[in-house]
Nanobody, 128 residues
Framework: QVQLVESGGGLVQAGGSLRLSCAAS?????????MGWFRQAPGKERVFVAA????????DYADSVKGRFTISRDNTKKTVYLQMNSVKPEDTAVYYC????????????????????WGQGTQVTVSS
């Protein structure tokens, strides 16, 4: 099992930028697992935002964030990042990072059921 702790959330104006971080501990081979970011707005389901393969060779994004958000990882620091640019009020949500339950999956997974471990979430609020 891996423990995940998100940080970097907060209040930002529309059009601004924010960088989320997710630090992992507990699982020895962090670098063998894909990592994902999901978000959940009040009263809505948790949805996929972005994911990156274990070796950073492939990424995927939800259509709503393509061209604005960038996912990256630093395996030496056991940390995954989500750079959020040109944010919009509809990006307001609690953002969660998650670790894949399969080692070295060749393609990223976009469903919540593919991820075994979750952080506690960090709130992002975008004002108009």
């Amino acid at each position: 099992q891996v423990q995940l702790v998100e940080s970097g959330g907060g209040l930002v104006q529309a059009g601004g930028s924010l960088r989320l971080s997710c630090a992992a501990s507990g699982r020895t081979f962090f670098s063998s697992y894909a990592m994902g970011w999901f978000r959940q707005a009040p009263g809505k389901e948790r949805v996929f935002v972005a994911a990156i393969t274990w070796n950073a060779g492939s990424t995927d994004y939800a259509d709503s964030v393509k061209g604005r958000f960038t996912i990256s990882r630093d395996n030496t620091k056991k940390t995954v990042y989500l750079q959020m640019n040109s944010v919009k009020p509809e990006d307001t949500a609690v953002y969660y990072c998650a670790a894949d339950q399969v080692t070295r999956r060749p393609v990223v997974a976009v469903t919540t059921s593919s991820y075994a471990d979750w952080g506690q979430g960090t709130q992002v609020t975008v004002s108009s």
